[in-house]
């Protein structure tokens, strides 16, 4: 049976391995929701810094075109100007003369150019770049005026733009009448320089140059810092190639200089708009601008010119939205993952709290199984183990630890076999027909802690749980059992009166001892003892004095001889005698000897001296016989050899003595002879009513006289009487007596019935009726007076004949009874056929029968009546019986209570009385 503790432990595992697995999942949901964010991060990025390419160039084309189609416009205007011959020759008038109405004509000829565009105004400088007359705005045209270009321009006969430069100025600003002097102004200006020819012939010499102040917050400043949306790092500026460095044009944002020819050559590993362009290089790039920021920046050659112009915004703007992205993207995945694991860890919990409920569910069935095992065993009467499938005991009831007498803690120590007297074998055996069964029985004996034994009946059986099986053994203490087993057994086996073995047990020992005399080559030597005249001690001095004889002289045989030997009570006064593993005859000789002197010493009862002779016959095996029968019928035969050589001797058996020439055959003639020297006498039971202890009649029952044995008892002679046929003399002899006897006693007591015994072979005979009938006529009595007893055997061998006979003996008027009936084995069927008047109870029911038990008794009694037949009780011994067999219904009893079988005279003497209740 697995411990709770163990149950825990996977319990536990389990648990973990659950935790584990859950982890796992966690993780993989958390790779899984990083890499797919990746993934759309990088997608993002991709399509983010593509659009922001394509726009980017965009911008810059269009403002390219924009500043292009500007620069175009006015240079055309610049070139329209300088064409006009009208106003060149004004100009080279001027030039030589300078007269105010020349002068004017310029002025007037300049104004319009002037108007319409968004010049401050337009400048007239001679050939060495001095500026001789201007028109527009009064500027101080020193500071408007970059010589740098203006030199160029003339020198290379070129239009030319120059940069965007700074002007201050000092304005005096009126306000409400108060001056406010010296407020500093800063204002951009670039100059656009064309050259002029005399004619407007770029081949004839130059006469000056027309410089317009242009005001580029009109429009390139505008253009260049306009962005389609609101952004803080985008910019565009424009810039002119000069050598290998680069003229920004217009101002920057961020620019922290106001230098505008800045150095292009970038740090190692940086590429910058600039650098690109002094490689000439256009189009949209990832760089770093002035400020070594990292940006997307595009380049676009303005048509016609040697304008850049640069578009370029921080990559950190552009990548914003990406960063946007990534942040809801993190934020959502983060909120996924800790929405995720927060139901995980729900479910987690949820799952747990089941799981515990289980268990503590299976926990509590548990105690609850082995509470009721408990309960069942706990105050058992037997002893109950618990035992797994390796035998070990693992529980037992207060019971078994009583009788093992164990602690309960040594007790679980032990195997199941370990307390039992089994071999090893036996245990196998056992334990594998458990297997099969389902349950086993057996008997065995056990051991407790003292080493003692005790004999159990051990009932096994598997229990199944729901983890494994176990068995349940319960033992039964059967030492009662067990003892009056043995008790029955030696009851078999034992003569009564002295202990010692019966005829029953010899005969077994005696075949042992003729089987292992043949395999040891020796012999075994069988002695029949038989006392001489011990018949009369009985006769005279009554049966008790004989059976302290007999006793006495058991108890002195028994310590005589070795262990090895038997002595048996054999008969009435016969004693064998087994002696094994015998060499020598002459041993048998000695010991012969010895157990005649034993029985010749004296016995001492109430002070008198007994003296007693025996006489011996002998038979060996395996000489004279190996078979049991033979060997004890030989021993008798030499012991009547004994007796007939003048007793007190013993006779070895010869193959001469034959058997019949023995002690039957001696009966046999005596007894033939017994009825012609008047041996034999009829004694009188006395048949009576219970309740008043009336003599209402008598059976008769053969006495044999003998000479020498004395009284011998019917038992012993009418089955001999019976076999020789000498029975149908000596039975018509005695139903002639007795009825000679009745109607003697008819005198007195004209209703006094005799029943007669009727034996077997008196029932075969053809002339019983006739000789019955014969008999009655001679002696004068009633049929109606006369009862034949017969034996229940005797009807069931042949019923119709048996019913045929019965029929013609009632028809003589006698009646019928059944002798000792339950003993046999009589048909109940059958019964209601035979024409019979009364059933006899045999004595051993009325003998066994109690208060509480009266058994077969009653139910012989209630059938009796049922078939209305009379019932009479035999054997009654004393009160009890009589008191017991009225109040059941039965009326007359004979027995030992009222009188044994007596002589005639005395039973004369009975029929006196009124009554022979031994009371009154
Ligand atoms: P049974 O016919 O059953 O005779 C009754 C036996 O019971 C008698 O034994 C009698 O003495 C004995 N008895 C009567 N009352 C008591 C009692 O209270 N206690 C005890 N212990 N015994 C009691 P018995 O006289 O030794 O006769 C033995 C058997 O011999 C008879 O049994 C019967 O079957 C047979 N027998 C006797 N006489 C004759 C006879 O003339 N002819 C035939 N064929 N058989 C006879
Ligand atoms: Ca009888
Ligand atoms: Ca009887």
Redesign the pocket.
Request: hydrophobic letters at 30%; a negative charge; aromatic letters at 6%.
């Given at each position: 049976m697995a411990s709770p503790a163990d149950h825990h432990d996977t319990a536990h595992h389990q648990q973990s391995n659950g935790k584990l697995i859950l982890l796992l999942v966690f993780f993989c949901l958390t790779m899984l929701v990083c890499l797919s964010a990746a993934i759309f991060y990088d997608y993002q990025k991709k399509t983010i810094s593509e659009a922001a390419q394509v726009n980017l160039t965009m911008l810059t084309n269009l403002k390219a075109r924009q500043v292009g189609h500007w620069r175009h416009e006015r240079i055309i205007h610049a070139q329209l100007l300088t064409a006009n011959r009208d106003l060149l020759d004004s100009i080279a008038l001027f030039i030589d003369q300078r007269t105010p109405d020349r002068a004017n004509h310029i002025i007037q000829s300049l104004t319009p150019a002037l108007s319409d565009s968004e010049d401050h105004a337009i400048v007239l400088t001679d050939a060495s770049g001095l500026p001789i007359l201007s028109v527009g705005d009064n500027i101080n045209l020193k500071a408007h005026i970059d010589p740098e270009p203006l030199v160029t321009a003339l020198d290379r006969h070129e239009v030319m733009f120059s940069k965007l430069f700074h002007v201050h100025s000092n304005a005096t600003i009126h306000h409400h009448g108060h001056s406010h002097a010296d407020v500093r102004t800063t204002h951009v200006h670039m100059n656009l320089i064309a050259p002029l020819y005399r004619h407007g012939d770029p081949a004839q010499e130059i006469l000056g140059a027309l410089i317009f102040i242009i005001n580029p917050e009109h429009f390139l400043v505008p253009l260049m810092s306009s962005w389609p949306v609101p952004s803080p790092s985008a910019e565009s500026v424009l810039v002119r190639k000069v050598d290998n460095k680069v003229l920004r044009l217009t101002p920057t944002r961020h620019a922290v200089s106001h230098e505008m020819l800045v150095s292009v050559k970038p740090p190692e590993g940086y590429e910058t708009p600039g650098s690109r362009i002094t490689e000439e290089k256009e189009g949209v790039f990832l760089g770093y601008d002035y400020r070594r920021v990292p940006v997307l920046a595009s380049i676009k050659k303005v048509e016609n010119s040697p304008w850049y112009l640069v578009a370029k915004i921080d990559k950190k703007e552009v990548m914003a939205p990406l960063f946007r992205i990534a942040t809801i993207e993190a934020v959502t995945a983060i909120m996924f993952l800790a929405a995720a694991s927060i139901m995980m860890m729900l479910w987690w919990r949820r799952q747990q709290a089941l799981y515990q409920a289980s268990y503590y569910q299976q926990q509590l069935q548990h105690q609850m199984l082995s509470q009721r095992f408990d309960n069942l065993t706990r105050f058992a009467n037997d002893l109950v183990l618990l035992v797994d499938a390796q035998g070990q005991i693992i529980d037992a009831n207060e019971r078994a630890l009583d009788t093992y007498g164990y602690p309960e803690d040594e007790l679980k120590t032990f195997k199941l076999k370990d307390l039992c007297d089994l071999s090893q074998q036996e245990c196998d055996l056992f334990w594998e027909q458990l297997k099969v069964e389902q349950g086993v029985r057996f008997e065995t004996m056990q051991f407790r802690q003292d080493g003692s034994t005790f004999p159990v009946e051990i009932n096994a059986r598997w229990i199944d749980l729901d983890r494994g099986h176990l068995v349940q053994a319960i033992i039964r203490d059967i030492s009662e059992r067990k003892a009056a087993e043995d008790q029955l057994v030696h009851q078999a086996y034992h003569d009564p009166l002295t202990g010692l073995p019966n005829r029953l047990l010899i005969s077994d020992r005696l075949k042992l001892a003729i089987a292992k005399a043949r395999r040891h080559k020796t012999q075994a030597v069988l002695l029949l003892l038989d006392l001489d005249r011990f018949k009369n001690i009985n006769d005279t001095l009554g049966h008790a004095v004989g059976d302290r004889i007999l006793t006495t002289l058991a108890q002195r045989m028994q310590e005589t001889l070795r262990d090895t030997d038997t002595v048996a009570r054999f008969g009435g006064d016969e004693f064998l005698v087994l002696l094994e593993d015998i060499r020598e005859l002459s041993d048998v000789v000695s010991l012969a000897q010895k157990l005649s002197d034993l029985v010749s010493q004296p016995v001492l009862i109430d002070g008198e001296e007994m003296c007693l002779t025996t006489s011996v016959g002998i038979s060996v095996a395996p000489e004279d016989s190996i078979e049991v029968d033979k060997l004890i019928r030989f021993a008798d035969t030499a012991m009547y050899r004994a007796k007939e050589k003048g007793r007190n001797n013993f006779q070895f058996y010869t193959p001469d003595m034959n058997a019949h020439a023995g002690r039957r055959l001696q009966l046999e003639n005596n007894l033939r002879k017994a009825l012609q020297r008047q041996e034999m006498v009829v004694y009188y039971?006395p048949q009576v009513e219970m309740d008043t202890g009336r003599i209402i009649g008598s059976?008769?029952?053969?006495r044999w006289m003998h000479p020498e044995h004395g009284l011998i008892?019917?038992?012993d002679f009418?089955p001999l009487a019976e076999e020789t046929g000498v029975?149908e003399e000596i039975?018509a002899w005695?139903l002639e007596q007795a009825c000679q006897q009745t109607v003697a006693w008819q005198k007195n007591h004209p209703e006094l019935k005799i029943a007669?015994?009727?034996?077997a072979r008196q029932f075969r005979n053809e002339n019983l009726v006739d000789d019955i009938e014969q008999i009655l006529n001679k002696t004068g009595l009633a049929a109606r007076h006369l009862e034949m007893?017969l034996t229940e055997s005797l009807l069931m061998e042949d019923v119709d004949v048996a019913i045929d006979l019965m029929n013609r003996l009632t028809k003589l008027g006698i009646t019928l009874a059944i002798?000792?009936f339950g003993t046999g084995y009589s048909s109940l069927s059958h019964l209601n056929r035979f024409p019979i008047d009364k059933l006899k109870i045999d004595?051993s029911f009325v003998n066994s029968m109690s208060l509480d038990n009266s058994g077969i008794a009653r139910t012989i009694i209630t059938l009796g009546r049922t078939l209305g037949l009379s019932i009479i009780a035999?054997?009654?011994?004393n009160n009890e019986q009589r008191q017991l067999l009225l109040q059941l219904g039965c009326p007359q009893a004979?027995?030992?209570?009222f009188s044994?079988?007596v002589h005639d005279n005395a039973f004369s003497e009975m029929l006196e009385k009124p009554t022979i209740l031994p009371n009154s």
């Open positions: 039971q059976e008769a029952l053969l008892s019917p038992n009418i029975i039975g005695a007669v015994n009727l034996s007893e002798d000792d004595r035999e054997g009654v011994e004979q027995g030992y209570y044994r079988p």
